[in-house]
């Protein structure tokens, strides 16, 4: 019972129910080859790196709607400096995670000094981050796609393979061990989760909300831009429109993950089993043979469900002791 | 004015009002209001609805400043513009609604912006064996003894439970005056029990306590001195001992008979 009352529980039993689902329907049909292992897992990675980052957001009480345009930004400061000006590979790098720190400290400074919601404030930045990357990429460029190819340390470090099984999911697994030591282990983890939690009380006990915010604003923008460099190092293209619906489906697997959404609970491994139950979902239908068309429909209805239980888990968990 | 019994300390007080006056548009909240909060003394502050204590509390809780009249802190003058100006000078206040995080532990709510930490080099982590150790001896010594484990979720507390771990923590982190605004006016008897029981082992260690409150029976259980208002004047200012709960409930009403209550 006591192991019910961890924030992970739904997620867990919600990916051992999606994961048996799919071997029972796909299982013999490369589902569970190393090939087809190998690529729900690094789906899983690709949005488990953004739902880790915006799970601790919403856990500090914030949103971001603008992570889909910060992905397209570090894809397309790759693909542009490097690309088409023919910049070193890792000075592009270097400036598009730069560019995401910017553009985190924009985000959490306009929430922490207007009070203005961060779903209305990420939302306008979306916005204009997908029209200003289309207006200086034909610009500057004539085009909205370019090519651009890693080599070296860079092509093992994003978009390496050993076995089928891509980079992605080390830097998934390593970032997701980070971020549960950062929240269950260190005072500023404490902080997070007492800023979400209540923000008047937190503030009352001297605990540095603004400082909080920021940080998880500065983190949800970084970690959109590793994962458009991700992608940008295992298509070798970076299109404008890269990354849409990317902080709908981060947030969907947070969620699924056991993050609740007014803040204040949830845990990196929750949010780990969340995206890993999004990876195996959207794949598996694939390995079915069904029409992938499906693919949303299940989603919207994994999320209900999700949602559902872990609203009934935590009644649980504070009714008795 | 009564003068005060033998046992009370006659050192100046850790935090008093003197002479205030609050208008609010040209209406007296307060009028003339004296208060004094002594240590290791639970000074009641009794009246009915609209007679002004909330104004008191937020004056010296640093919310609101008094129209006229001062605030001195162990003999000092002193302006509070700020909660933050009276909680430095040691002046905590615990407001009805308490202010917990119900999906943090025990242990995480009572060491909020002050959590022990462990270090190693350049990197520190929260030293959550400490912490649990320490709020658990904490809370059983001011006798919250339900409670076995800091690991806990806050949120499975009683009303009367949370209202004593906020009361704990201001202890821990040496409150000289403990603020208490009507702290048992929602509870149940062995909730309000609990609560009284902890603003006595806070007065054993010697804090200053006004305990706001419109219950007389509780009021008359643990008060040492009484300050009852009326229209936002003192209508009465007593030891124990020199009322009956009866004369007191009278003076509550507003000073009108209450035999009617008595009367077919």
Redesign the interface.
Known sequence: MALLRRPEAGAVIGTVVVFAFFVGFAGGKGFLGFQGVGNWLGNAAEIGIGALAVGVLIIAGEFDLSMGSVLAVGALTVGLCTGYYHWPLWASIALALALGVIIGLFNGLIVVRTGLHSFLVTLATQFLLYGAMLGFARLLTGQTTLIVTFTGAARVLFAGTWDYFPAEVAWWLGLTALVT?VLS???F??WI??TG??L???R????KTAQVKISCFVFTAVASVLVGIIETAQTSTVSVEQGQLYEFEVIIAAVVGGV?MTG??GSAIGVLFGSLTYGIADLGIFYTGWNTDWFQAFLGGLLLVAVLSNSWL?RK????? | MTSPPTTTSSSAPVLALRSATKSFLGFNALTDVTCELRAGVVHCLIGDNGAGKSTIVQILSGLAQPTSGTIEVEGQVTTFRS?ADALRDGIATVYQEQ??????SVA?NF?????P?KRLGPI???D?QRANTACMAELSSLGLRRVQDGR??A??LSGGEREALVIARAVFLGAKVLILDEPTAALGVKEAGLVLRLVSNARARGIATLLITHNANHAMSIGDEFTVLIHGQVADHFYRGERTQLQLLELMAGGEQLDFLSEP
């Not at chain 1, 009352?204 to 605990?207: E, I, K």
């Not at chain 2, 202010?99 to 943090?104: E, G, N, Q, V």
């Not at chain 2, 060491?111 to 959590?115: H, I, K, S, T």
Request: a positive charge.
């Open positions: 030591w282990k260190t005072v983890g404490n989760y007492a939690g209540n008047r009380t937190a009352m006990a001297g605990v609740l204040g609970y935590r968990m504070l009714s008795t002791r | 909660p202010p917990i995080l119900p999906l943090m995480r060491f909020l912006g002050v959590e930490r520190s982590w929260f959550s806990q979720l949120g499975t």
